[in-house]
């Protein structure tokens, strides 16, 4: 069965420093992994995912994650973090046989001014 | 605004009462989804459609609750009976008809409140 690890519930970072959120996932086949972010009281936005060819994705609002097959993992990253990120985010993997989402519990950023 | 839309945003209703929320996905896309996400939690999923059909429900889709997308458009949710534990966001995802892993959109959610 496949899963997701958040590491994590709360992260805080000071304004401008590196963000790094922590995804691990366990996947019987090649995964394709997704980061949303939620902003309080909204939907899920599509931040960036990971389905074949380039290991290191660039998505928006200057995130990437690098795709570690050996580490089963797929850290988000943002190099100087701002007040706008603020959010909860998180990591998920599509399922292999009904295509559905499978979450992590989600890792809420803090930004420290 | 081409995005998935979600109505109403939100919805106070009493114990007892019977409730139903509608989802418009993208238009081409074929895929529908439902999850549910309570407050610190992440999305749990309900139920999909892909056109017309109602391909899978979770064990947490109790018999109170059903779905539709008849005309393979728009879903409705409805949950009968409601109680204070159904209380939660409710999310609609669409997908395209591309290969078997699509990439999921997510509309704004429903969030419903019982009393």
């Known amino acids: 069965a496949q899963s997701v690890t958040q590491l994590g519930s709360h992260v805080s970072v000071s304004e401008g420093a590196l963000v790094l959120l922590r995804c691990n996932y366990s996947?019987?086949?090649?995964?394709?992994l997704f980061w949303y972010v939620q902003y309080p009281n909204q939907g899920l936005q599509l931040l960036l995912k990971?389905?074949?060819?380039a290991t290191l994705v660039k998505g928006i609002n200057g995130f990437e994650a690098e795709f570690k097959k050996s580490e089963t993992s797929f850290h988000l990253t943002k190099p100087s973090a701002h007040m706008s990120d603020a959010a909860e985010y998180f990591c998920a993997v599509i399922s292999d046989s009904n295509y559905q989402l499978i979450w992590g519990a989600g890792t809420k950023l803090i930004i420290k001014p | 605004d081409t995005g998935v839309s979600q109505n109403p945003r939100h919805k106070i209703t009493k114990r007892g009462q019977n409730v139903t929320f509608r989802c418009d996905p993208i238009s081409e896309h074929n895929r529908l989804y439902w999850y549910r996400q309570t407050l610190g939690q992440g999305p749990e999923f309900l139920t999909y459609f892909q056109n017309e059909a109602q391909l899978e429900k979770s064990r947490l889709l109790s018999d109170r609750f059903s779905a539709e997308r008849p005309k393979g458009s728009f879903s409705t949710l409805e949950i009968q009976r409601t109680e204070q534990g159904d209380s939660a966001m409710y999310l609609c995802?669409?997908?395209?008809?591309?290969?078997?892993?699509?990439?999921?959109?997510f509309g704004p959610g429903t969030r419903l409140l019982v009393l």
């Open positions: 996947s019987s086949v090649p995964p394709y």
């Open positions: 995802a669409s997908s395209s008809p591309q290969g078997n892993r699509e990439t999921q959109y």
């Open positions: 990971y389905t074949t060819g």
